[in-house]
């Protein structure tokens, strides 16, 4: 996807979320306030943006097509907006209104009145070609059998790749015991394999010690700010320092546990790190290394996990498919709009105004004056400072975006 793309794809989407939680347009004559942008993963078929209605149980999803689409290509997305309805209860096409000279948004209004309309639970968006907020719910669906007829749920919550802590060598590594799993090197869950071959000392239930972790080159992890060796179990060996042999082995053996079903801290390292490979794509719903994963980790095994080229494309796909670039868009709009305003108080009015907008969903419980123990967007800034994305002053480097989403696609 061409950084144009992706930015008109971003300021449609972003108007018919608006439009629908105001309530000027209203889904199937009734639904629309209570949606919020959710991933979309990479099963196929994968629509281009989804919103989910939690109140119904209701996903809905869209495809969207620019201006330089061709003919086919707008056909090609009548289909695939068809298609999701495979596991969506709604979805919408959004095209222009013209094609060159050529009145598409004409025939596609014919097309959906009269073929598609009381058929089938799917819409038509239609945007201005000099401007995409400016569009018409040219065809709405006119009603669904009841709400939610799936039961859906969203796959994956956050509509971009939530980091957490992941060096980009180690987001390799992990990419490599995928790849094994898929040429059936290996048979058992890869990041447990990677979890006990790779990211804890075998010896720590005797010794109880931590061991650096190495890449598929043979050089040592570094965190992603790179001050030092990532490490796992540090604070809990610290934690439970004092305490005798048989005590630690028993905090520790239910620590690294990948068997246990639950809460520990593996499961935890896995949760955070499995959710940010399926949101870049690399991974499928059912955990299987997609075909855009194989094609960067190929990237990573020739040119080695520390590259340029393994790096940028990393944040190329961190920025479009892993929708960082919308996070960055947003954050560059809201500080000029804060102007004076220190980073803080900049990302607490960015957090309310996602939660205002439905970017993300909105938690009742969290009192308005209440401090969370982990800031907004905290570890996906930290990443944007170690990849030059953002400077100290926290100047967005637009340029660099802009090279990097100018490579080819992987």
Known sequence: MSLNHHVLAKTATDEVLSKFKSTEWKCAGSFGQDFYRVG?????PSPDAAFYDPVNKMMISFEFKPPTESKRGILTGIGQSIAYLQDSDVSYLIAPLMLEDYQIGKYLSDLYANQIS???????????????????????????ETSGVKNNVPKIERFWAKHQDLPIPLFHLLLHYYYLGRTNIIKGDPFAECWLGQMISPTVLKSFDIKPIYDISGKVIKTVAGSKQMVFLEKIILRVNNLSNSKKRCVLSH?????????NYYNSVKKNFVSFLKNMQMLDSESCMTERGYKLYHIGLVNGPTSKIFTDYFIKELLTTGHHLDLLLDLDSIKMNHSGDNI???????ESEYENKGYIKRNPKRMSKSVSKVQFLKYERILWKALDLIDTSNNIQWRKITEICSLPDV
């Open 40 to 44: 979309t993963g990479a099963d196929f």
């Open 344 to 350: 803080e108080t900049v990302i607490k009015e960015m």
């Open 118 to 144: 009381k058929k089938i639970p799917a819409g038509l968006i239609l945007y201005d070609n000099n401007d995409p907020t400016q569009m018409d719910l040219a065809q709405d669906i006119d009603s669904i």
């Open 255 to 263: 620590a690294i546990d990948t068997t246990f079903v639950g809460d």
